[in-house]
């Protein structure tokens, strides 16, 4: 990225070269870390890595059963994209879906039994090369500034939203004003 030049006015924070080389090593790991997760976990299970997260988050559940809108917002995930993999995992016999018993007009996501014996099979070798590729390199103190820097990012980016919504929730509130008056 070229360097910026200051403009007198210019009231936008660039970044100092330390900042640019942290960020540009951050989102190469961002990049990266998937990708190796996804490629071990393709390669020992036949999954892909939010197939798996997914999986998993379902087996934390009580019944290992959640709402699709539920499911949907612990992956990060559109509902339309979410329902197309519940529908590959459907198909493999891992999940299955049904109406919420409270509340017809949502459906649940259920981890199946085989579901949950192919995930136990694939988590030892997803853990393996989590802690590879992430805590075998890191000493204890880093990984104690990794799990505050992830948090405070995370926080940061859950206030942005929250106040993206409340203006945007504030914005449809206020009362409409008739431009002939």
Known sequence: MP??????????????????????????MMHRLPAALEAQLQQDADLRYLEYYVLAGLSDQPGHRMRMSDLAVLANSE?????????????????????????G????????????????????????RVRDLVFDVLDPA???????AAEKISERIDCREQQACTSKDTAQQLPHRDATR
Do not use: C, K
């Not at 360097?3 to 090593?25: F, G, K, M, S, V």
């Not at 339309?80 to 529908?87: Q, T």
């Not at 649940?108 to 030892?124: Q, S």
């Open 3 to 28: 360097e910026q030049p200051p403009h007198p006015n210019d009231q936008r924070r660039w970044l100092t070269p330390a900042e640019l080389e942290t960020w540009q090593q951050f989102g190469r």
């Open 79 to 103: 509902q339309s994209r979410l329902s197309h993999m519940i529908s590959r995992l459907e198909r493999r016999g891992l999940v299955r879906r049904e109406p919420d018993p409270t509340n």
């Open 105 to 128: 007009r949502y459906t649940h996501a259920i981890l199946t039994d085989a579901g949950y014996a192919h995930l136990v099979e694939a988590a030892p070798g997803h853990v393996a």
């Open 142 to 148: 880093e990984l104690d500034s990794l799990r505050t």
